[in-house]
């Protein structure tokens, strides 16, 4: 059993542990203290099962160049006692696993903005030279702040995409979430993150793990009737099994969601005008029309 950093333990002759974040199997996530930047605090990824040291400099170093607002910025990264580390902002808020275990799970409405969020960081990283592949995105990694943006919060295994290679070097990720290719049968790919986007939705929606159904997810309609077809084909297209079936990038999933979105607009539009038309028309009994205004008051309002 590897043993965690203790409180005020020093690390880089740099960085204070004030406290233990979070841990899992590949590592552990502190809190610390900066006392070269005025005391600034960090969150300080600790890898158990490190990367030579070379590769890993490699890899954190392109980190640091990521800039976007859905991502949590990299400031530092170094090798200690045979541990590597990360040192990134600390991200406030909530985790979608946390919110579902609190509140129950959502319906696609209310997970369509988050959903577009997530869709422009894949777009950002994926479209990086060379593309970043996040490889565990999952409700625990996913932070959902006061101001409703949505926050990937660990980048413990993410990798860099090379054409070349037919297969991950060491098969990394977690059940449920991550796709067949990620187990090494295959190389992770930018749709290898669509898989795990189109689990962390059939999780919000449903309330499900995804580890329970070994690859094969029944359709979301099975488990919750109220889910519309189209955003049941949306959720079940991300989880296609050969990453040739799934969509090809995080910019079709997004254009799929606005496509569904859409066409429920103008469904909802057409028949708040057609119920509206209907009760202010003189065919309408009176006090069915009374009842009717009184209750469709906030639409008229909306017209």
Known sequence: ?????????????????????GQGGMGAVYLVRDH???????AAKEFWHSHEEKLFSKEASLLMELSHWGLPRVVDYFTEYEKNYLIMERIEGLTFEDIVTKNGTFIPREIYPWALQLCEVLHYLHTRNPPVIFR?????????????????????????????KLKDTTPLGTPGYSPPEQYGRGQTTPSSDIYSLG??????????????FSFAFPRLREINKQICPDFDQIVMTCLELKPKNRYESALEVEGALKNWRESRITWFDEFKKWLLDMLES???????RQIGTKITRPLKRER
């Open 36 to 42: 070269k930047e005025k005391g600034a605090t960090w």
């Open 1 to 21: 059993m590897i043993k965690l950093l203790e409180k005020d333990s020093i690390i880089r002759n740099r960085y204070r542990v004030l406290r233990v974040l």
């Open 199 to 212: 689990a962390t939705m059939y999780f919000l929606l449903t309330g499900k793990d995804p580890a329970e």
């Open 136 to 164: 565990d995105l999952k409700p625990s990694n996913i932070m959902l702040n006061i101001d409703g943006k949505v926050r990937l919060i660990d980048f413990g295994i993410a990798r860099f995409y090379e054409p070349q």
């Open 282 to 288: 003189k065919k309408m009994p009176q006090t069915v």
